[in-house]
């Protein structure tokens, strides 16, 4: 296949995918956002998510700012955010932040160093617990640690998960596709049982 609809088509395999934001801060104080697509939950207990980054062979300020503040915020990205959150992945100079460019506000929570989407509905706060190179495409896998969690009232099903609906929580499909989830249903919880052959 010719590299563009090659590139489509794998990273539209996975299916839906995660969409948010990525908040940071520079050892100089500059503010950043980046969209990603590739949140993924490592563990429960303590709490880990991972993200990948591409390789670091051009500039990676996100990247660069996770690893020198050792902090970052991971924000859902809801209906009314498409447009901006979209803008994010431009390649803009070090010295302008993105929530400028982009028409985003900045919120600052408790003493936490990174800074929050002050529009989204699901925002977390991310410690760095350690990068992990994938040795067969030179990506790194970031692995951290939820330290905050802030959710608007009414999200929280009975269960204690999210009502990502209710949260008009978005969804990514290859490189530039949005969609909104619809809720199907709620399965139980499957406890362990032998198997009769």
Same mark, same amino acid.
């Given at each position: 296949?010719?590299?563009?609809?090659?590139?489509?088509?794998?990273?539209?395999?996975?299916?839906?995918?995660?969409?948010?934001?990525?908040?940071?801060?520079?050892?100089? $104080?500059?503010?950043?956002?980046?969209?990603? !697509?590739? *949140?993924?939950?490592?563990?429960?207990?303590?709490?880990?998510?991972? =993200? #990948?980054?591409?390789?670091?062979?051009?500039?990676?300020?996100?990247?660069?700012?996770?690893?020198?503040?050792?902090?970052?915020?991971?924000?859902?990205?809801?209906?009314?955010?498409?447009?901006?959150?979209?803008?994010?992945?431009?390649?803009?100079?070090?010295?302008?932040?993105?929530?400028?460019?982009?028409?985003?506000?900045?919120?600052?929570?408790?003493?936490?160093?990174?800074?929050?989407?002050? $529009?989204?509905?699901?925002?977390?706060?991310? !410690?760095? *617990?350690?990068?992990?190179?994938?040795?067969?495409?030179?990506?790194? =896998? #970031?692995?951290?640690?939820?330290?905050?969690?802030?959710?608007?009232?009414?999200?929280?099903?009975?269960?204690?998960?999210?009502?990502?609906?209710?949260?008009?929580?978005?969804?990514?499909?290859?490189?530039?596709?949005?969609?909104?989830?619809?809720?199907?249903?709620?399965?139980?919880?499957?406890?362990?049982?032998?198997?009769?052959?």
């Amino acid at each position: 296949m010719d590299r563009i609809p090659r590139l489509n088509l794998i990273n539209s395999l996975a299916g839906y995918k995660s969409a948010n934001l990525i908040g940071t801060k520079s050892a100089g $104080g500059i503010s950043n956002l980046a969209i990603f !697509s590739s *949140v993924i939950h490592l563990g429960s207990n303590p709490g880990l998510l991972g =993200l #990948i980054m591409r390789p670091p062979v051009v500039p990676r300020h996100t990247y660069d700012n996770i690893r020198s503040q050792k902090v970052y915020t991971i924000n859902h990205i809801h209906s009314g955010q498409i447009q901006a959150a979209h803008q994010t992945s431009g390649k803009y100079e070090e010295g302008i932040s993105e929530f400028d460019a982009c028409g985003f506000e900045e919120e600052f929570i408790a003493d936490f160093a990174a800074p929050f989407v002050s $529009g989204s509905r699901v925002k977390l706060g991310m !410690s760095l *617990v350690e990068e992990i190179p994938i040795q067969s495409n030179g990506c790194i =896998l #970031i692995v951290g640690e939820i330290k905050i969690v802030r959710l608007p009232e009414g999200i929280l099903k009975p269960n204690g998960s999210l009502d990502l609906v209710h949260a008009d929580t978005v969804a990514i499909s290859g490189l530039d596709s949005y969609h909104l989830p619809k809720h199907l249903q709620d399965m139980p919880y499957v406890s362990s049982r032998s198997l009769r052959g």
